[in-house]
């Protein structure tokens, strides 16, 4: 199965809500791992199907303890379902947690990586230098990064983007795939394909991957509802739109290695 690291260059564009709506849409079973650096949302934004609010003991946290202490661990053991159907693996609340799982980093990455039952998407927030989660971009079958669709916003995802270019060997034959995503209005179809030309120029190699239609109603009924419900809002049109636009990345990365060696 495959690891797909989703994340922003600057401020909040909506990572998360394109991570929950996606796995909603994925074509195959998905998780959703919530390993936001500056502290997740998912166990204070969701709940069971009971109502009660999910177990913070329970997703990253139990999973960092289980690798730290050198047990196998099957990923399973470590996720909960929300009430819309989430399957999750509950981030930490707040930075310094996120730092104290120290040198598990690397085999939270492996572990989400060698999943034989999921996809796993992982929502990485905003990168900055030194954060926790480059452990899983290292990782990664393919990096999706989302921007809002100012012009401000693509030339922090440029420099965020050269930041990384050693990291994703970018313009090379071993490349991890990588996409943009902009947060914008279901009609601007533009914008992306600009920001894909103008990284081009300054030597970056990636593909513009569509829009993530801003639906403020149908990005919070995602949190009690599938996907289902809302099939026909711009938004979940839009996930699923950008669902198959990852998945054809991702299947890059399969004939990279192959080619490669």
Excluded: F
Aim: proline share 4%.
């Amino acid at each position: 199965m495959a690891l797909i690291a989703l994340a922003s260059a600057k401020g909040s564009p909506g990572v998360s809500v394109t991570v929950a709506g996606l796995s909603q849409v994925w074509p195959t079973s998905a998780v959703v791992a919530d390993l936001d650096p500056a502290g997740g949302d998912t166990g204070l934004r969701y709940r069971l199907d009971n109502g009660d609010p999910l177990n913070p003991s329970v997703g990253l946290l139990s999973l960092g303890a289980a690798v730290r202490a050198g047990q196998t661990t099957d990923l399973a053991d470590h996720l909960q379902t929300t009430a819309g159907g989430m399957r999750t693996l509950v981030g930490v609340t707040s930075p310094g947690q996120m730092l104290g799982l120290g040198a598990a980093w690397k085999h939270i990455a492996l572990t989400l990586r060698r999943s034989r039952e999921y996809d796993v998407l992982a929502d990485c927030g905003r990168l900055t230098p030194g954060s926790p989660a480059m452990a899983v971009i290292e990782q990664a079958d393919a990096v999706v990064l989302i921007s809002k669709g100012e012009l401000e916003d693509v030339a922090h995802l440029r420099e965020r983007l050269r930041s990384l270019q050693a990291t994703l060997h970018l313009g090379s034959i071993d490349a991890t795939p990588t996409g943009i995503a902009m947060m914008t209005s279901a009609n601007d179809t533009r914008g992306v394909t600009d920001a894909e030309q103008l990284l081009a120029s300054a030597g970056l190699p990636v593909r513009a991957l569509g829009v993530i239609a801003e639906d403020r109603k149908a990005a919070d009924a995602l949190r009690t509802e599938s996907s289902r419900n809302i099939r026909r809002s711009t938004l979940v049109r839009s996930l699923y739109d950008l669902s198959v636009r990852i998945n054809d990345l991702t299947n890059l990365t399969g004939r990279i290695r192959q080619h490669a060696s």
